[in-house]
């Protein structure tokens, strides 16, 4: 078996929700993906999608052992990704995670010496916030010759599982990252006004249970304050104790990011503002296909790491670029 | 007991009107001098 899948470039997307879809439409395309194998909890609903990929061998799959491929992409709803990474470990292959929540996250970090040793990349948040985030965060931070804050800032939401998983964040602890020590924080607090990109414009943000200040910590340990929020209306803090009222949207989007980075340059206290507008479901594709392609190509190191931990964020937001993602910065004056 | 239904009435509406305006009233946006200006090539070498 062995020989006969020696050349086969084999990738599996975990969850066919708007992501896991997005994702696999773009590892199809890319020419370098021979087989796809997508996993979903109702794989007869997927017979209209798999028809539309072509050029790729495609086979669906239902919750189970995961198969032995080269990268196995988690694209389902937050939870479990750390077992499901580990037991991805354990055949070989290659992992690239999108969840957001906080628990899942830290298991992932906790993989780092098993995936160093396997040899393998363990790409922890590939998504929009975190994702985006970091490499925005990451390259404006490369601007200062100290960064002395980092303030993460989102809004919108990817697929239905993305806004359920924001629901539950709403009301769980933020951590913030304050004089070299994390601090809890109740999620809903914090009020802030925020000018995202426009035509988004000003958004009141909150704390919440989100992942950003916890990956970005890393590659600024001496930074003073490190936080994350996220948009959210009132009727949002005030239902986020109860269930969901309603159904979410099909897709949350369009959102933003914005990230300020407070410092030093050139013996001058600055500040900086960088930003991106788009649907977070179509970033966040996007950037799991991207280091999916990059993992085939074994052109990203081993160990589990997030993409605001990277030396260089320059070549994914050319790639982004590319694909029709764009930052932008502010230049200007905000008085909130 | 007349004047405790008043102040019960006059409490209930005021709450209900202060969460009206909680949920559905806007701050407004302060002003800001500036603009977002897209990064492209040249910004990521």
């Not at chain 1, 975190?130 to 404006?140: F, N, Q």
Request: glycine content about 12%; some cysteine.
């Amino acid at each position: 078996m062995d020989r006969i899948f020696a050349d086969v470039t084999t990738v599996a997307v975990i969850g066919a929700g708007v992501v896991g879809r997005r994702v696999v439409r773009q590892l199809a395309a890319s020419g370098l993906v021979d087989r796809l194998i997508l996993g979903s909890r109702r794989p007869e609903r997927l017979h209209g999608f798999v028809r539309q990929l072509i050029g790729v061998d495609v086979e669906v799959i239902a919750p189970g052992p995961l198969p032995s491929v080269d990268v196995t992409v988690l694209a389902q709803p937050a939870g479990g990704h750390g077992e499901l990474a580990d037991e991805a470990l354990g055949n070989g292959s290659h992992v690239v995670s999108v969840s957001d929540s906080l628990k899942d996250v830290q298991a992932l970090l906790d993989l780092d010496a098993v995936a160093t040793k396997a040899a393998r990349s363990v790409i922890v948040g590939a998504a929009f916030s975190p994702g985006m985030s970091c490499l925005l965060a990451r390259h404006a931070g490369s601007r200062f010759d100290r960064v002395e804050e980092v303030h993460v800032a989102r809004m919108g939401t990817g697929g239905p599982a993305c806004q359920r998983q924001l629901h539950r964040a709403r009301t769980k602890e933020a951590i913030d990252w304050r004089d070299g020590n994390w601090r809890k924080r109740p999620g809903g607090t914090g009020r802030e006004l925020v000018w995202f990109p426009d035509p988004l414009g000003a958004r009141d943000c909150y704390r919440a249970a989100l992942p950003d200040a916890l990956l970005l910590s890393t590659n600024f340990p001496d930074a003073d304050r490190i936080t994350a929020k996220v948009a959210g209306t009132r009727r949002d803090r005030l239902t986020a104790w109860l269930p969901m009222l309603r159904s979410p949207h099909s897709d949350g989007g369009p959102g933003a990011v914005r990230i300020e980075i407070r410092g030093v340059r050139n013996g001058v206290r600055t500040t900086d503002v960088i930003g991106a507008i788009d649907y977070p479901s179509a970033v966040a594709g996007a950037i799991a296909s991207i280091a999916t392609e990059w993992s085939i190509l074994d052109a990203l190191p081993s160990g589990s790491w997030s993409l605001g931990m990277l030396d260089d964020p320059v070549p994914w937001l050319r790639e982004l670029e590319k694909r029709g993602i764009t930052a932008a910065v502010y230049e200007g004056i905000s008085r909130s | 007991m007349r004047v405790l239904r008043r102040a019960l009435l006059a409490m209930s509406v005021g709450t209900l009107v202060a969460a009206i305006l909680r949920l559905r009233g806007s701050g407004g946006v302060p002003p800001r001098q500036g603009r977002w200006r897209q990064l492209s090539g040249p910004d990521f070498r």
